[in-house]
């Protein structure tokens, strides 16, 4: 028995794409390192949508990188939230006082419910507001993929929120350290409102690193602190998302109750806080999710479509400015309130 032609040329028809986005991930490592100043996640998320509006690469981003692209964007992004997990120890989140954990517990719940609310009332459609309320308020781009994972969102609908989450966190790489010194913040409690209120932790790295090394410490604990939010919401919103497959259709498959890669995360923080691990392991996964979700954010980014943005999605870009404002000022309260 002979096979198909098409089963011949394209044995592996993920392939294709997943090297491109291996090559776009190299590429925005060497943007990383020309211009420090340039997240290197936020550089392969530019990339991706740079690509995908391209005319002459449209034919191929639809076509035969298709399989591939999906599959970074969407199994590499959930592995790499995984990996995300070994950076955050229980122990490290301790160490802030129970008056920083409580208050950014709470800049989450509060500017999630926020954003989700601005995103109902200005109309936006099928799941874009929870995205956008996912992203911004627990760790960017990252966050929406782990959202997908759940809700199942058609592309456009993942891409726009990836978008804006992306414009406004490098928006907070340049406008928040205008802001230190008129507000009044030592160099602690600057790193303590980046780590608060901005968005992605590539981000939260490339604006707390210039008030120097104690504030970008504070920074990433706090943001890793936010990072862990991701675990419970999730989860709540799979419950949600499977009851309502039960009302709307019983015989649906059903999403899981804790879908297999927060339960994974989760296992991975409790890793990282019980179990000694050699500086040689941890830095090896850091490096691997830092690829991984490098490849999946150039996939993601390759479906936005700024034609599309601009002419219909004014808001969804009010949204992600009112919710960056938000944030921004919640996570200010947030520092006063633990400075006191």
Do not use: N, Y
């Amino acid at each position: 028995m002979t096979s198909s032609p098409a089963a011949v040329r394209r044995p592996l028809p993920w392939l294709p794409g997943l090297i491109v986005c291996a090559l776009a991930a190299a590429a925005a490592w060497g943007v990383h390192w020309l211009a420090p100043a340039v997240p290197l996640l936020t550089a392969a998320v530019v990339l991706g949508i740079v690509v995908g509006q391209l005319p002459a690469a449209r034919p191929a981003v639809t076509g035969v990188l298709a399989p591939g692209l999906s599959l970074s964007a969407k199994r590499l992004m959930r592995i790499g939230v995984v990996l995300l997990g070994l950076k955050l120890s229980l122990g490290d989140i301790a160490g802030l006082g129970w008056v920083a954990i409580l208050t950014t517990v709470a800049v989450v719940l509060v500017s999630f419910a926020g954003t989700f609310w601005i995103g109902r009332l200005l109309g936006l459609p099928g799941h874009q507001p929870l995205l956008i309320a996912t992203g911004f308020s627990i760790c960017g781009a990252s966050a929406i993929g782990a959202m997908s994972g759940v809700v199942k969102p058609k592309d456009e609908e993942a891409a726009t929120p990836v978008a804006l989450v992306t414009l406004c966190g490098t928006l907070a790489i340049f406008v928040l350290p205008l802001l230190w010194h008129p507000l009044g913040l030592d160099a602690q409690q600057f790193g303590h409102w980046v780590g608060a209120g901005v968005h992605d932790v590539g981000q939260v790295v490339a604006t707390a690193q210039i008030a120097g090394a104690a504030a970008l410490a504070v920074a990433v604990v706090v943001k890793l602190t936010r990072v862990l939010m991701l675990a419970p919401i999730v989860a709540v919103a799979a419950v949600v998302e499977r009851r309502r497959h039960v009302e709307g259709d019983p015989a649906a498959k059903r999403p899981a109750i804790v879908p297999l890669f927060v339960a994974g995360f989760l296992v991975a923080v409790l890793v990282r806080t019980f179990v000694p691990l050699p500086a040689a392991v941890t830095g090896g996964a850091d490096t691997l999710q830092t690829i991984l979700l490098a490849m999946a954010l150039f996939g993601l980014g390759t479906a936005v479509r700024l034609r599309t943005l601009v002419g219909t999605g004014w808001r969804a870009l009010v949204t992600g400015l009112a919710s960056w404002v938000l944030i921004a000022a919640l996570a200010l309260g947030a520092v006063w309130v633990s400075a006191a």
